[in-house]
């Protein structure tokens, strides 16, 4: 759980490739560390950063935040991290491709925005239509790329899925339905948590040689630990700020932090109980969430004394007492200095974050941003590492270590998990009443 070496921006990633002319960093001794999970984990971190930042720059651009160019450079950054992955499977031209296509995407939606603020409905619609060829294209891609392993139609619906929880929270955000753009929001979190997993089992069919099975019981348990943690910072620098700029969605992008602290705490119950889950609950909320919402109002008062007090609560005192817990509740698999020492280096990047935005300084809180979230996805490694390892009884899977090559390429364990992937897109998307592009282009 050495977290502290994980600073540098998500790039770093594409050297957990193995077999490919890059170094292994995967110890295939440990479940949640195989080649296969350790794929789908830097395939989950530069997904769910993309969408979590698309949302924050879409709302930046629309609200007038000076911010806004820097978020949408981040997005694009994001974008770079995942050509050299793509081309460490594919080839440079495969990388090339995935990311020419990929910047379709984030043109679209930074024009999206910016129309729905001037009011320009046929720059809306010409925005919505690069959006769905980024859509139709990355479809074509990835089923011809993965040789079919990830079907073509899937890919596409799952893709229009991803886009659609996107517009959707940002629609809904304009129209002032914060409660729903929110619940949005965590469900398009959810949503693209299971492109990992799909993207990663259909390279492990193709390259059964290079890549184990990531869709195990021990590598969705790590995607979830990685998710709510990832989800939690994510939704702490969007409530900061809004909070600081005395937004009228401020309560409710707190309330999401509260749905994503309940998930936490139903985790820890499944796994140590109740008493643990409450004492977990209490230490998160009066330690964690409610000193962010103090050191926001803090700044925004410009108020030194209590910016500091609030600062050394998050950095030291939670810290201290979070890894504590957690070191006692793994039976120091997780041992206690060093846990406190990582879970301060992600508490100080959550306060560098935000205290850069304030002063103004955009671009360098959007970099200290992007290494924050790279910390959360070691900070899931290193917990699910211990837990697994503290429980292996939990996480046995009956599927084999390597992904078997089958007539069509591919395996059963893969075609269900893209089957999963794309039914639940799509009941997710009937339940919250997304409004589709086809949708649209009727209206």
Known sequence: MKFRKVLAPILGTALLIPGMGMAVSAEEGSPTETSGVELRATLDSLLSEHYALAVDSMMK????DE?????MAALDANAADMEPVIASVYGEEGGAAFTEIFDKHNTGTDEYAMAVKEGDEAAQEEALAEIQSFVDEMGAFLGTATEGNLPEDGATAALRAHEDFVQNTFDLYVAGDYEASYTSYLEGFKQIFGAGGAISGAIAAQFPDKFTDPNTAAGDFRSTVSRIAAEHFALAQLS???G?????DFDFADW??????????????????????TQFASLWNNEHISVQSELATAQAAGNEEEIQQAQTALIETFASDLGAFLSGATEERLPQEETIANIAAHEQTVVDTFSQYAAGDFETSYDTYREGYTIVFAIGKGLSGAIVDQFPDKFETAVPDKMPATGLGGSANQSNTMMIWVAMSTLILLVSGTV???????Q
Request: aromatic fraction near 10%; avoid cysteine; proline fraction near 0%.
């Open 61 to 64: 651009i629309y609200d007038g």
């Open 67 to 71: 911010a806004a160019e820097a978020a």
């Open 240 to 242: 900061m700020a809004k």
């Open 244 to 248: 600081y700029n005395g937004a009228a």
């Open 256 to 277: 999401a932090q509260d749905q994503n602290t309940e998930e936490f705490r139903t985790a820890i119950v499944s796994i140590y109980g109740e008493d643990a889950g």
């Open 436 to 442: 589709t592009y086809r949708q649209r282009r009727q």
